[in-house]
């Protein structure tokens, strides 16, 4: 109770005394948190405590990088290179990364020949093949109907049960009496699998888009092709591993089993469940980090250290970095907050100048973004669905409401921005293309002068409620330092807010955006999930 009343009272003091404590992000975070909610909790409606103009010295500090800047490697001298005391770090030449811009592009790189006759040729041969398939789905949205990717995947199961892997994540928060009493589709908003990665041999595509119809033709999401890079190919394999080990595991006959030892998701103690699942994710960030780390040593500091052409010489044909990958986790139900620790520190970090362009398929940021972004120095421009492109509308019942539901949160939010001034600084653009919808998330960092990106995360989540505390999610942070890169991000943001109009007070006079007296009503209780 001490402690509450300190941070209620002296909130400035609180963080610059976490401020002091290095490599503590995660204190810092949480702590700091802990005060937001505190001095909201008094007058919230109409405007922001008088102290949220100083969220950059109230905001979680920087982690502490624990080594100095590197002279001899081109690590060094990027300003975001703490976020390696967090994840790992994976340096490629930017050749290695192209970012697509469109559903017929990502089809096109998603087009491979027939998994199951690349399966039966497998077979065939004289030696004994290493072709794996490893599938990682949500158990209530992949389950869904009688007729689902459930159902779909049984025949090559079937057929090919050795070479085969069908997970299914159930989330912990769904069991008892809740699992019996909410029906299908809505079960889906206690929590998900929602990682979208693909991976190819040593490829891997992040994106936000999953593999139905709608996203191969006419729903517009980000898309990012990682060629060639098997460092991080391996991480994203552990990690869909690690994550399948404490899911549910789909059998020949339909029905599912735990992996052996492993504690069952909604019907065994749920603490314990999730204390297994955390060991058994952050063992695979942790080994690949120590993994990078090492590999990092041996190149840059060893005492033999070959030079570039010696290098060549023996083999070794690629380039020297340019560009920094670094997954960001976010899997809170397990109690791994990766992404979110990362994602407020760069929007904390973001100085006066610098340009934020963020974008969401599904409006609806959490309290700490939203206070970051009112709250901080730089410019922003969000970009979000207008009603008619977002991918609930149009829909049967309830949820046809929803995109009504995120006018009014939208409305609100730009309501707020008016009240403390700030329409110059913070502009929202509404994204509409005819027979199209929008799903695309993400950020692009533009620093202060400079008008090309420097970073971006792309992944799957979404910046709201069920991104940060419900599903299990993963994106990356691209750092680059290559300009041919920095256009093409430029560039895919460029396109994207093309398509877009700014919003105003007189958008939400149109008809289309009249939102109903129950639906205003209602918002407030289920926008944590949706």
């Excluded at 998900?192 to 996203?215: C, E, M, P, T």
């Excluded at 990690?239 to 599912?256: C, F, H, K, P, Y």
């Amino acid at each position: 109770m001490a402690a509450a009343a300190t941070a209620a009272a002296g909130p400035v003091f609180w963080r610059r005394l976490l401020g002091l404590l290095p490599g503590r992000p995660g204190l810092a975070a949480l702590l700091g948190r802990l005060s937001d909610r505190l001095g909201r909790n008094r007058d919230r409606r109409r405007r922001r405590p008088p102290w949220l103009l100083l969220a950059p010295l109230l905001s979680p500090a920087v982690p502490h990088v624990t080594s100095p800047p590197c002279c001899l490697c081109p690590e060094g001298v990027h300003r975001f290179q703490w976020i390696r005391n967090l994840v790992p770090e994976f340096g490629v030449s930017s050749s290695h990364v192209r970012v697509l811009s469109s559903p017929a592009e990502f089809f096109e790189l998603m087009k491979v020949d027939c998994l199951e006759s690349t399966l039966e040729e497998s077979l065939q041969t004289k030696f004994p093949s290493d072709l794996r398939v490893s599938i990682l789905l949500d158990f209530t949205r992949g389950s869904r109907g009688r007729k689902n990717s459930r159902t779909m995947l049984l025949p090559l199961l079937q057929r090919f049960p050795e070479q085969v892997r069908v997970s299914l994540f159930h989330t912990p928060n769904l069991r008892g009496l809740l699992r019996l009493l909410i029906p299908e589709r809505f079960n889906e908003t206690i929590g998900l699998q929602h990682i979208k990665v693909y991976l190819f041999d040593n490829s891997v595509v992040l994106s936000g888009a999953n593999l139905s119809d709608s996203y191969f033709t006419n729903r517009q999401d980000r898309y990012v092709f990682l060629q060639d890079c098997p460092e991080i190919a391996d991480f994203f394999t552990e990690l869909v591993d690690a994550v399948g080990d404490v899911s549910l595991q789909l059998q020949g006959d339909d029905t599912v089993q735990v992996v052996e030892g492993m504690v069952h998701p909604y019907k065994g103690d749920r603490a314990a469940y999730c204390k297994a699942a955390n060991k058994r994710v952050m063992d695979v960030i942790n080994s690949a980090r120590t993994r990078q780390q090492m590999l990092h040593a041996q190149t840059f500091h060893s005492n033999s250290l070959l030079t570039q052409e010696d290098a060549a010489a023996a083999g070794d044909q690629r380039p020297a970095p340019d560009t920094w990958i670094y997954p960001l986790i976010q899997m809170k139900p397990f109690e791994i907050q990766i992404d979110e620790i990362v994602t407020e520190t760069l929007l904390t970090e973001a100085e006066r100048g610098a340009k934020v362009y963020l974008t969401t398929g599904y409006f609806n940021l959490t309290q700490a973004y939203m206070d970051l972004v009112l709250g901080t120095r730089a410019e922003y421009q969000i970009l979000l669905a207008s009603p008619e492109v977002n991918g609930f509308f149009g829909a049967k019942g309830v949820a046809g409401a929803i995109p009504a539901a995120y006018v009014h949160i939208e409305r609100q939010f730009y309501s707020e921005v008016c009240s403390l001034g700030q329409q110059e600084r913070v502009q929202l653009q509404e994204y509409w293309r005819r027979g199209w919808t929008f799903h695309a998330k993400g950020l692009w960092l533009y620093l202060a002068g400079s008008s090309l990106p420097c970073l971006t995360l792309i992944g799957s989540p979404n910046f709201g409620y069920r991104s940060v505390h419900r599903d299990l999610e993963a994106q990356i942070a691209i750092v680059t330092e290559s300009r041919a890169l920095q256009q093409q991000l430029h560039q895919e943001q460029a396109q994207l807010y093309l398509r877009s109009g700014a919003v105003s007070s007189a958008t939400f006079e149109q008809p289309s955006r009249q939102v109903k007296l129950w639906v205003k009503m209602v918002t407030p209780l289920i926008k944590n999930f949706f």
